[in-house]
Every structure is written in C-alpha cells, then in structure tokens.
C-alpha cells in the first residue's frame, strides 16, 4: 500500500508556522509582563495556563471560543470561514500549547538580565528600540533558542487540543500526533511504527542540533580566547 | 597584573569648569522603609552623598538619571528643568545625558570595547567609528578595541565605562559606590585612576560611597544621608571634624559614641559609658550624643584629674599595624569602648593597671 506522507509535510508546516508566531507573542508578551507593575502575577497565571491544563482543556476552550455559536464563530462564519477542523485549528492549537513555553522561557532571560546595563543604555540615550534589539536579545538569545526549540517540539508533539478542534481530517487536519492514533486505532502497526519513528528522530536532531549550537556559541564571557592575561 | 598607571594630558579632555555647570535637586520619593527627601545643590565640584548601604543613595542617583521617577519634587542640570512634578516635566533618561557610571560598569556583554563605545555615539557610521577610536585613544584602551567586557580587568572596565560616558557627551558624572565591589589592592590602583580622571575632566560630580576614606581623597563637598534625609552638608574638613549628627560621626568614623545630656556649661554625661565628663566646648543645650575617636584615649599608669577612668580589659584584638582594646570604666556596667593604640604602644602598656584619659578637647558634640 502507497504510504500517505501528508501527516509529515502538515505537520511540519503547522509546528513551524505555530513556532513563528509563538516566538514573537512570547517574546512580545514576556517584555510586557516583566515590566508590568501591577496584575503580573495574574497575567502571567492566564499566560501559563495552556502549559499546564490537560490538552483536552485547551482544545474544549478553544471549540467554545471559535466554534459556529461564538462571537468569533459568527463573525467569521458571516465572511463564509470556519475555523474549526481546517488546517488554520491545528495552527491555533499548536500555538496556544507551545506560547507559554516562548514565553516562559523568555520571561526567565528577561529578568536575570542585568537591568543596570539597560538603566545605562538608557542614561547613555539609546532607544528603547535600539536596546531591545541590540543588547536584549542578543543578550537573551541562548534562552530565546531554547524557547524556540522547546516550543518546536511541543508544537510538533500537539495531540489533544488538535484531534478535538481541529479533528484528524487526512490530508487537512491529520498531524503525525494524529496519525499514530488513527494507525493504533485500525490496528495498523508498521503505520504507527513509522510515524513514531519520525517524530522521535525529528524531535531528537533538533535538541541534539540545539546543543550543538549552544556549545559552538558560548557565552560571551568565554568567546574570546584573546584576553590579555588578566 | 598591575594596572598599567596612565595618565590623560589631552587637551580637549582638560576643559575648565564651566560658568553654569549646576545640579540643583528637591525630590522626595516614598519608599518601603523610608521616605527618600533630598534637598542640595552641587556647583563645579565633586560632591560626595555618604551614607550606609540602603539609605537612598542609589536611589538619589536614579532619580537624576530618570530611570526612578520622584513622587514630587525638581531636578535642574545646567539651567534646564529635568524634572518638575508640579509642571508635569519628566524628561526621559535618554535626554538628562546623566553620565551614571555603575558599580559594575554595565557593559553591554555582547559588544566588544569598540562596540560599546561606538554604539552611543549618534551620528553617521563614520562618526560613530571615529569618535569611538579618539576615546580609545585617550582611554589607553588600544590593543583591547576587539575583546568582550568579560575578559578585561576591572581597571579596563571602568576605563571603558568613563570612555562610554564621554563619548556620549553626558553633562554630569554620576559614581554609585565605584569601589565597592573590588578587592582592596585593585580598588586602590581603580581609585587612582579616577582620582586623576576627575582632575582632568573638570565636570560636576556626584560620588555616593559609604567609605570615609574615598569620599576625603575625592571630593570637595560631603553630604551625609541617613534613611532618605540629607543630614549635613559641608566641606570635606568640617564634617570631620565637626560630623555634628551621629550618623555623621559614624559614618567618618568615630568608633565610640554614646546617649548623652547636658550637666552644665562644660560637663555633660555619657549615659552609655556612665562617665561625667569635661569638655573645652560648650554644651548645647540639645545635645543627645557624644562621640570619641578610638586613638585619641591618653593612657597613663596613675590616676589623673580630669575625665579619666581606671580601664578594665574586655578583649585585646591584635589589628595589622595595631591593637584594638575592648574596655570599660572599672565597676561599671556601660557599653564598651574602643581603644586603638600603636603596637609596641601597647606592648609597654600591658600587664600595668590601666587609666585612660579622654581629652577635653577630644570630644565631639553631637545634637542628633
């Protein structure tokens, strides 16, 4: 029998473009908390939610949000769009499971970051433009990765919100997560084998590739070999 | 390593105080422990704030650079407003150009000496470039243009650091403790380094610092902090010699201070030392406490007329050059006093009945 590879190619297409998008509202939302005054313990809780409820949660929350009898449902239904169980949900779940991975991990960097050494920016008049693109993220961009690929991963590993708002559609909505599920459930098992074993050498070369980089690129406290004998 | 001593006999660098270089500051600011409520104006000078750690120094500093805003108050540098709660003005830090060196340089960690230099400087790429190699130049920090902060010496650093300041054209030099963090041989070498820098970079300067010692050799001007409130303010001499308040005292370093009231005109009564003293000075009638440097005991083997007490030996302390003595009057129950006295000073001394003698002219007056 052919073997369907368009588990493969959604999957990577829906773990990548929810990377995208989880990176910069991770990053956008942990600039935002850290420098909140008041209410961050309660913003932070919201943001951290997805993390930690049960995916089926997340996935019911969502179909209540999006689906047909919502505002947003009929708002969208009146342009002749429906979110849920298009290749778009299985984004939307990958996102909300994988943003407060970004976020988290960002936050983190954010707060250990020396602030006198924006205070001195500052004081030196650069712009908070400036200071965010040229010294916090380079600053924070060991733990950005790190992020980035925490947030792959899950992303790529999302089951349980996707099967219930976006469904297991073959050739639309059908991940890899989804796949293996239907293969078990047809008692297919070289189907199921298989799709494990991609996910697992997917999920592996990526951390592994991670390591590489975060070896290769030291801290740069240890960058330069040309110290002056301090 | 040894600091490579250097010395900066630019011209350009060697300006004149200027005729309205001038910080006037009236803030007040609510803080956890303490209302932080500030008043003092600092004229072509180097004008040190000291005070413990946590007594708002910082936090002072903060609110002229503008990355802490006052509850109320003005902040004035050079004849323009920086700060005025009753005029809603609030200038950005970007905008003061306050020249805040801190007590770890801050150094952008991911650009190397050139970078940090260059990256504050406006203008075209050229300018940047330029300007940051004439402060390079001047700074002695050839040969080190493409290392990264974490692999310079402490000295390079501040060197770097003061490089950064100029070369962002900031009106005013601002050190928070610049000392504070080093060992006391690389401390010393960073403090001759500054102490020549300030020399030849006439600017108005701020140092906060809770070491008397620094704040003598550098500055013209002390003001002593204490929770949030600027206790005196007067020239480096006075506040020695006369501290006044008893953080003061504390602070330039009289070891011995204790509770004291008025007797009359010439006596008063150390109630923690439970001694009846005289004094040369006249008693104010406020007075509250009593301070007495720990080298200045006059000791003698027999009893003497005026303000002396037979010593009892708590605990002996054996300093680098000297010894620390722990005392208090015979028979009584007071707080102990410190007795600091040469080596072989003590050497001789011990083993004898003790009296010591405070001098009457040794006393230091002090009204809260």
Redesign the interface.
């Known amino acids: 029998m052919m073997m369907d590879y368009s588990p493969l190619l959604i999957s990577v297409k829906t773990s990548c473009l929810a990377t995208v998008i989880a990176f910069f509202t991770g990053i956008y939302a942990a600039y935002i908390v850290v420098r909140l005054k008041h209410f961050q313990g309660i913003l932070d809780a919201i943001l951290t939610l997805p993390l930690v409820l049960p995916p089926t949660v997340v996935g019911f929350i969502l179909l209540i949000a999006f689906g047909k009898n919502s505002p947003i449902g009929q708002i969208m239904m009146s342009f002749g769009y429906s979110l849920v169980f298009s290749w778009e949900a299985t984004v939307l779940a990958a996102v909300v499971v994988a943003f407060p991975l970004m976020y988290r991990t960002t936050r983190g960097a954010f707060e250990q970051l020396?602030e006198?050494?924006i205070?001195?920016?500052?004081?030196?008049?650069?712009?908070d433009w400036k200071i965010f693109w040229?010294?916090i993220l380079?600053?924070t961009k060991h733990s950005l990765i790190a992020g980035v690929i925490l947030a792959f991963t899950r992303a790529l590993g999302e089951f349980g919100a996707t099967i219930m708002v976006a469904g297991n559609i073959p050739g639309i909505t059908q991940t890899i997560s989804t796949a293996i599920y239907s293969a078990v459930q047809a008692g297919d098992n070289n189907a199921a084998f298989f799709w494990v074993g991609i996910i697992v050498a997917i999920s592996f070369v990526v951390i592994v590739l991670m390591n590489l980089w975060l070896k290769n690129n030291g801290?740069?406290?240890?960058?330069?070999s040309?110290?002056?004998?301090? | 390593?040894a600091e490579k001593q250097w010395a900066i006999c630019d011209e350009v660098l060697c300006g004149e105080w200027g005729l309205s270089m001038a910080l006037k500051v009236k803030i007040k600011k609510q803080l956890n422990a303490f209302t932080l409520d500030v008043d003092f104006n600092v004229e072509n000078e180097i004008f040190a704030i000291l005070g413990a750690s946590g007594c708002g120094k910082s936090m002072t500093l903060?609110c002229i650079?503008?990355?802490e805003t006052p509850d109320s108050g003005y902040i004035e540098l050079d004849g323009q407003v920086l700060f005025d709660s009753e005029k809603n003005i609030n200038l950005?830090?970007?905008?003061?150009?306050?020249?805040?060196l801190?007590?770890?340089y801050?150094?952008?960690?991911?650009m190397t000496v050139f970078e940090n230099i260059a990256?504050?400087v406006?203008g075209s790429k050229e300018n940047k470039s330029k300007t940051a190699e004439e402060y390079i130049q001047r700074f002695h920090l050839q040969?080190?243009e493409?290392?990264?902060?974490?692999?310079?010496?402490g000295g390079?650093q501040q060197r770097v650091a003061f490089a950064?300041?100029l070369a962002?054209q900031?009106r005013l030099l601002m050190l928070d403790e610049p000392f504070s963090a080093l060992d006391s041989y690389l401390k010393w070498q960073l403090e001759l380094e500054l102490g020549d820098l300030l020399e030849k970079y006439k600017k108005t300067t701020l140092f906060i610092s809770h070491n008397r010692d620094e704040v003598y050799r550098l500055c013209n001007h002390v003001a002593v902090m204490s929770n949030g409130h600027i206790e005196t303010v007067s020239d480096k001499y006075g506040i020695f010699d006369d501290p006044q308040t008893l953080t003061a005292a504390v602070l330039t370093g009289c070891k011995n201070t204790s509770k004291a009231h008025k007797i009359d005109e010439h006596y008063l009564y150390a109630v923690d030392w439970q001694l009846e003293l005289f004094t040369a000075q006249q008693v104010p009638d406020d007075l509250s406490y009593v301070g007495f440097r720990a080298h200045f005991f006059e000791p003698t083997t027999a009893q003497q007329q005026v303000n002396c007490f037979s010593a009892q030996i708590i605990k002996v302390i054996e300093d680098t050059f000297s010894y620390i003595i722990m005392i208090r009057p015979h028979d009584k129950e007071s707080l102990l006093l410190r007795w600091e006295l040469e080596k072989d000073a003590w050497v001789r001394l011990r083993d004898k009945p003790i009296f010591l003698t405070i001098p009457e002219d040794k006393l230091i007056l002090l009204k809260k």
Not at chain 2, 92 to 100: E, F, L, M, T, V
Not at chain 2, 106 to 110: E, G, I, K
Not at chain 2, 146 to 153: C, E, H, V
């Open positions: 020396d006198n050494i205070y001195a920016a500052k004081t030196l008049g650069v712009s040229h010294i380079p600053n801290r740069y406290a240890m960058k330069s040309a110290g002056n004998g301090v | 390593m903060k650079a503008g990355v950005s830090p970007r905008k003061r150009h306050s020249g805040y801190f007590q770890n801050a150094l952008f960690p991911n990256f504050v406006s040969g080190l493409s290392i990264y902060p974490a692999n310079l010496s390079q950064r300041i962002a900031s």
